[in-house]
């Protein structure tokens, strides 16, 4: 039996809410940007009007100044106030499925096989699902209808905003093998480049290509593009309640300052190292692998890692290790810096040969009692000499940035 499943996708959401709480905008360009006060500024969202200028996601507000022709509304971004219509419209969402699984703060995949027979009854209730959204909320969406995950994300992609696209076993090759590779799921920038040295660009030619050739230039990647390109993919939709495995805790941030000097990034690693460590107890997880992540002042990023001897959710060991990662030449500054882990695990049955378990039991506990007085009494009761040494630096707080914790869902390599 075909399954019949909703991907919906809330347009321009953080613009799109913004205009919602002040109407005066709505006919302007208008860009939702980070906190510029704290270097946060770069675009986070646009309107369609700024985006018939060229203004794009990561744009820097000089930037997207330049493109837009008339007046280009600035407006902070409001994480609060977007959870809020999140929550509200995938509330809605439940009414008609308990299959409700969030890809991101705006987009959601529904799976509806329990309440329709066909195709042309879950293209009706999308379309219901679709009109109750604009005029409950005051939001476009689009949504595409399919019989699996990967086919109703491209449908709801394939028409904006405020559309509704079917995609059928009879109809997809039609509609999808057309599109360009990096169109479809699993297929970042870096799988993108290999595919189109090969002479793969669309996901018609992806499909046709032998898996064993994929398999061999991606690994088990090609193997999972190759069945998301021919409609294979048999991926279940969860349950809203249903728990997620973490994959990955990380945290980042831009500095409020570029640093230029060893001993200011070991202190920015140091508080993005307290508040990871920090999720991980939280969750009763250990890691086994650090990652550190650079972006320069002229905006390029890179990311390295290594697996660390022994499992740990300490955050003097998860800084410790993620500052070995640091080799830098200093030939530009650094503005921003992030420290995440993976390779998670339940408590270990043992502890590091070398290291006496005793001693770690009374690190674990000295770093979960300085847990418990900054959940009462705020971050800032406490910090580390290390830290404090810079002012700037000693303001920043881990726990006001960027934090994510990151399930085994999709992601793009």
């Known amino acids: 039996m075909s399954r019949f499943i909703l991907h919906s996708d809330l347009?321009?959401?953080?613009?799109?809410?913004?205009c919602l709480y002040n109407p005066k905008i709505r006919n302007k360009a208008v860009a939702v940007v980070g906190d510029q006060e704290k270097r946060h500024g770069i675009v986070l969202a646009k309107n369609y009007i700024a985006k018939k200028y060229g203004v794009k996601t990561g744009d820097t507000i000089w930037e997207a100044k330049q493109k837009c022709k008339e007046e280009l509304v600035l407006v902070t971004a409001n994480f609060d106030r977007y959870y809020y219509i999140s929550k509200l419209v995938k509330k809605v969402y439940r009414e008609y499925t308990n299959y409700v699984e969030s890809?991101?703060?705006?987009e959601a995949w529904l799976d509806i096989t329990e309440n329709v027979k066909s195709f042309s009854e879950a293209f009706e209730l999308a379309e219901k699902i679709r009109k109750r959204i604009i005029s409950q909320f005051g939001l476009t969406v689009s949504i595409g209808v399919s019989y699996n995950k990967i086919f109703a994300k491209l449908g709801s992609d394939l028409k904006k905003p405020n559309a509704t696209t079917l995609i059928t076993p009879q109809n997809y090759k039609e509609l999808v093998w057309k599109l360009p590779v990096s169109d479809l799921l699993y297929v970042g920038k870096a799988t993108n480049e290999k595919l189109t040295k090969a002479g793969i660009t669309t996901i018609?030619?992806?499909a046709q290509t032998p898996c064993r050739i994929l398999k061999s230039m991606l690994g088990k990647n090609g193997e999972t593009l190759h069945t998301f390109a021919n409609g294979a993919d048999t991926t279940p939709v969860k349950k809203f309640?249903?728990?997620?495995?973490?994959?990955?805790?990380?945290n980042s941030t831009t500095c409020p300052k570029?640093?230029?000097?060893?001993?200011?990034?070991?202190?920015?690693?140091c508080?993005?190292?307290e508040s990871v460590a920090r999720r991980l107890r939280e969750k009763n997880l250990w890691c086994s692998t650090v990652c550190l992540w650079v972006k320069t002042d002229d905006l390029k990023s890179f990311e390295v890692m290594h697996k660390i001897d022994y499992p740990t959710n300490l955050a003097s060991t998860i800084s410790s290790e993620a500052y070995k990662l640091f080799k830098f030449d200093w030939n530009k500054t650094i503005r921003a810096i992030g420290v995440r882990v993976c390779g998670l695990c339940e408590k270990?049955?043992?502890?590091?040969?070398f290291n006496n378990e005793q001693t770690m039991q009374k690190k674990e506990k000295f770093e979960t009692v300085v847990d418990g007085l900054r959940g009462r009494f705020g971050y800032n009761i406490l910090k580390r000499g290390s830290v404090c040494a810079s002012k700037e630096l000693a303001e920043l707080n881990p726990e006001h940035v960027v934090h994510s914790i990151h399930p085994t869902s999709y992601f793009k390599p």
């Open 348 to 353: 270990p049955a043992q502890y590091n040969f």
């Open 103 to 106: 890809f991101g703060i705006d």
């Open 241 to 250: 309640d249903e728990k997620e495995e973490i994959k990955s805790v990380g």
């Open 11 to 18: 347009n321009n959401f953080y613009a799109s809410v913004e």
């Open 258 to 269: 570029d640093l230029k000097t060893n001993e200011e990034v070991r202190a920015v690693i």
């Open 204 to 206: 018609g030619q992806l």
């Open 271 to 273: 508080i993005l190292s």
